[in-house]
């Protein structure tokens, strides 16, 4: 009779689930790469783009001070702060200061919509179509997609991250307050991303998950309209929205890395709980139930010309 050296059937099965449990990320990472190469490249360079056409478009929109002083004070009007942010910096106005209280906040956007769809696509989507099913009959741990799905997004939020450094400092900007415009950005994406992970999981489809994470983004530019309109450089109600924590940061004039650290923060924690409620349905299952349809056709249905009607409406709407 021999001795057994292995350790107890409890802690084996403990270190193999910690350890398991991102089993084939970077190999889905490497596929969710090459998958999206276009699509997520195309997001990448037409932010940073964007960022290089706006910062060298402001000396053109305002070819003196005097025309910089004019639109300045229309972004420190309440419809302009409404419209574009808290507008710091706007009582002695230069062309940096200008582009980060214009420009910088839907820059913010389209990152925030990027990272979000990225997410959802290569998580939710991918259970709606069946081909995550397919894949965890393989070597692939319960958080290896996700996992995967969240580095890519960090991965692009970071290479536009750079191109809107590079596109800040080639317009002579202050290289401070680029670098905070380039972070805020990147902020912005992972915190978002954060959210389309928590959001993959409660909707049973791609559609709802981008639906819900859309309507959050959406919902924090209304709380950030409200609190920057009543008050010259925000409100107390500006900190109450994720995009009102990356322009608080005021890039060229006062330079606060700290708001970001709400950011990051609160990302950690919505990671978290996007992991930690993707352990708690099925795979393709949301934990929101769907709305149930109707249990009877309508009236209409039960005639040629209803049922052709209702066919056909996609392709009539266009």
Known sequence: MTASAT???????????????????????????RRDRVRLSSWVVGIGLLT????????????????????AGMLSDPVGRLM????????????ARFFSAGYALFRYIFIALMSAFTVVRHTRAEEQSGRAELMRANVVGRH????????LTAIANVAIGVLMLAATLAAGFAPAGSALVATAGVAVGVFF???????????????????????????AYLIRMGGDMSEAGGSTLSWFSPLGWAQQTAPYVEDRWWP??????????????????STTRDVGAGLLAPRLGRSEAKPALGTPLGLAARVLRGGLRG
């Open 144 to 151: 290896a997609t996700l996992t995967a799905a969240f580095l």
């Open 193 to 219: 991303a954060a959210v389309a992970a928590v959001t993959s999981q409660l909707s049973e489809s791609s559609r709802g998950a981008s639906a819900m994470a859309g309507g959050l983004l959406a919902l």
């Open 260 to 277: 970001l650290l709400l950011l990051l923060v609160l990302a950690a924690a919505l990671t978290g709980a996007g992991f930690w409620l």
């Open 52 to 71: 290089l056409y706006f910062s060298l478009a402001v000396r053109t929109v305002a070819r003196d001070e005097a025309q910089l002083a004019q639109l």
């Open 7 to 33: 350790l107890p059937p409890a802690h084996r099965l403990v270190e193999t689930s910690d350890a398991s449990a991102t089993v084939g990320a970077w190999t889905l990472l490497r596929f969710m790469l």
């Open 84 to 95: 574009t942010g808290p507008a710091f910096g706007m009582e002695q106005p230069t062309y």
